[in-house]
Nanobody, 123 residues
Framework: QVQLVESGGGLVQPGGSLRLSCAAS????????MGWHRQAPGKKRELVAVITPRGSTNYADSVKGRFTISRDNAKNTVYLQMNSLKPEDTAVYYC?????????????????WGQGTQVTVSS
């Protein structure tokens, strides 16, 4: 199994910043794309940002210019730097990762989600 653990959520005022972290652990052979999603109350989960192993990124239009996704491949960790936060950014943020894991004497694909971390933007 591959586990993802997020950290860094909390309460912040509008215009403030937060940095989320997500560390993957387990029988990891390689990780392909890593990403962040969010789900606000009463809304569907949406993609926030995604990053490939070589660092190519893609962002939701609503966060472009404010959020930055990065990763440390040696640590199997992905980050989300969130600046100029708005009340509409309030949500539970989930990280996810997909790749290959060691299984018995071979490899198998995995796709894992973290447990989520709450981000609340309010004055």
């Amino acid at each position: 199994q591959v586990q993802l653990v997020e950290s860094g959520g909390g309460l912040v005022q509008p215009g403030g910043s937060l940095r989320l972290s997500c560390a993957a652990s387990g029988s990891i052979f390689s990780i392909n794309a890593m990403g962040w999603h969010r789900q606000a109350p009463g809304k569907k989960r949406e993609l926030v940002a995604v990053i490939t192993p070589r660092g190519s990124t893609n962002y939701a239009d609503s966060v472009k210019g404010r959020f930055t996704i990065s990763r440390d491949n040696a640590k199997n960790t992905v980050y989300l730097q969130m600046n100029s936060l708005k009340p509409e950014d309030t949500a539970v943020y989930y990280c996810n990762a997909a790749g290959l894991m060691r299984f018995d004497s071979g490899l198998r694909e995995f796709g894992s989600w973290g447990q989520g971390t709450q981000v609340t933007v309010s004055s």
